[in-house]
């Protein structure tokens, strides 16, 4: 159980939590919610212990481990499976002093706690997560130094989920995630057998990955039962409530001063004047919820072209001379919004530089509107962004003959205010970066608006402004991106990009979903035999199961040498002796210890040895 106890802390002065409290049970899967600065990053911090509170205190049980994800790993040579294997650093450190212990007691501990924490299947279950993140087998023997930092995030988010601790905590983590990769994680960590906090502003993940919400409002923390929407229902009941309260207290406090006016000057009317005035006095202010300010996006109208605006045929894209995807017959019109679906890797981001015109076809023809103006918004877009300048001044270098004041007003209508109108980009927090290339994607009044994961880094309320405004614009949209409610409120057509192709997709999706967590089901069937029809093993996973082999038979021959001397040991008659009877149940013990080690390291060795021969069959 996590208890947070009445805690208070200030950052230069501005408090961000006083006299927060909340109890979080063992077990629970909670969200972690709240505006943008208000806290939710700090009080991770907190409860890890890399800030001092200044009121109150956190418990947590005693030798409860905590897990999170702070940076991506390091570029290295070290793979990124045995980065993952790394991350679970009581299994390494056991198996490190499985290779040098020479007393029996200490060694049968070592492997009943190895065979507690199921260390024998962590490569198996290390190489499963990495799979539900994005990673095939083989990038999985790649060294880190092969991936860029946003897939080094993604080793990160493995390693943690594998080393499983006791309290894991996630602060936005499908921010790195593709569609896929973010239906995989609802699902692992809805399975997760321990405490699970979560900050997100993905609704489908609160949705179905958690069970509860701690709200953080007003330096306060509420706990609610029940996911995302539940919480969203009774935040609104409870704002009308207060607002109902507030208006009858209004009218009430209007209803006496109205009294006191008239009869204040009366001097048979001044005591009960008096009387009401004190009951003004005493009435305790209801405060209405704070009204978050209005997020909202504008985008510019287009003006209407003839349909097609895009239109494909025969057509054959890739990179270097080597197609990506081919037989591409597609048909763009104004008032398309369509989805791209499919796993990473598969072509999601060839088809979008395509249709942007970053990349031309390698075969076949492409047609555009003539006058046909596209936008395009991705993720590395914020990253370019020039972070010692203002958003005024990236507007007037695209738009340099146009009067600030107008500038100001667009940036207005994407939610930038003055305070944020001169301030340095560098010192803008992720959405408001985000909201900036928005702007800047939109900026000429697009027929084709292409937006590859626009809401990471946007809150909630944020999330439905751009629901709202892509629902309101008049051009086709293209969305690429993780989340499931914004593609289920703005998409009408579904793409599927798989296998070199582009197709359409007629089922909804839900029906995308589970396709893909049934698709999950036999990778964690990990102890079921085999299906007749499987692919040959690659050389490294044969080379893998060559090298358990190895070490389960070193770690027999080395029990055997202990179980040799103990019966050496055993075998001395003077031992026997009256004076000695306590001696002899110590090295009694030891040798139970050791043959029950033996029994269990036996096992392994067969169990490894029939891996491998299926895996050369």
Known sequence: MLRIDDIS?????????????????????????????????????????????????????????????????????????????????????????AETATDATRIADIQTRLADIDAWSAEGRASSILKGLGFDEGQQHEPCSAFSGGWRMRVALAGVLFAQPDLLLLDEPTNYLDLEGALWLESYLARYPHTVIIISHDRGLLNRAVGSILHLDDRKLTFYQGPY?????????????????????????????????????????????????????????IATPEQVARRVFTFPEPEELSPPIIRVEGGVVGYDGRAVLQKLDLRIDQDDRIALLGRNGQGKSTLA??????????EGRIHRSTKLRIGFFAQHQVDELHIDETPLQHLQRERPDTPPAKLRARLAGFGLMAEQVE????????????????????????????????????DIESREALVEALTAYSGAVIL???????????????????????????????????????AEKPSRQADKPAPPKRARPSREA???????????????????????????KLADPGLYEDDKVGELEVWNRKYAEVMEALDRAEALWMAALEKLETAEA
Request: aromatic share 4%; charged share 25%.
């Open 9 to 97: 802390y200030s950052i230069e002065g501005r408090p961000l939590f006083e006299g927060a409290s909340a109890t979080i049970p063992t077990g629970h899967k909670v969200g972690l919610v709240g505006r943008n600065g208000a806290g939710k990053t700090t009080l991770f911090k907190l409860i890890r212990g890399e800030l001092h509170l200044d009121g109150g205190k956190i418990e947590l049980p005693s030798r409860a481990r905590v897990g999170g994800v702070a940076q991506e790993v390091p570029s290295s040579d070290v793979s990124l499976l045995d980065t993952v294997l790394a991350a679970d650093t009581e299994r390494a450190a056991l198996l490190a002093e």
């Open 229 to 285: 929407d539940q919480f969203a229902r009774q935040r609104a009941e409870r704002a009308a409530q207060l607002v109902a309260a507030a208006r009858k207290q209004a009218e009430r406090t209007a209803h006496l001063q109205s009294f006191v006016d008239r009869f204040r000057a009366k001097a048979s009317k001044a005591k009960q004047a008096q009387s009401r005035l004190k009951m003004i006095e005493k009435m305790q202010p």
């Open 542 to 568: 044969v080379l893998a199961l060559r090298q358990d082999v190895r070490k389960c038979e070193e770690r027999v021959g080395k029990l055997n040498e202990m179980r040799d001397k103990l019966a050496s």
């Open 353 to 362: 530089k395509l249709l942007s015109d970053r990349l031309t076809l390698m």
């Open 480 to 518: 690429v991106s993780h989340d499931m409610h914004l593609l289920g409120l703005v998409a009408d057509r579904l793409w599927l990009v798989s296998n070199g192709g582009v197709t359409p997709y007629d089922d909804d999706l839900d029906a995308y979903r589970k396709m893909l967590l049934s």
């Open 423 to 458: 301030t340095a980009v560098g010192r803008l927090s992720g959405g408001q970066k985000a909201r900036l290339s928005l702007l800047l994607a939109t900026l000429d009044a697009p027929h084709l608006l292409i937006l590859d994961e626009p809401t990471n880094h946007l």
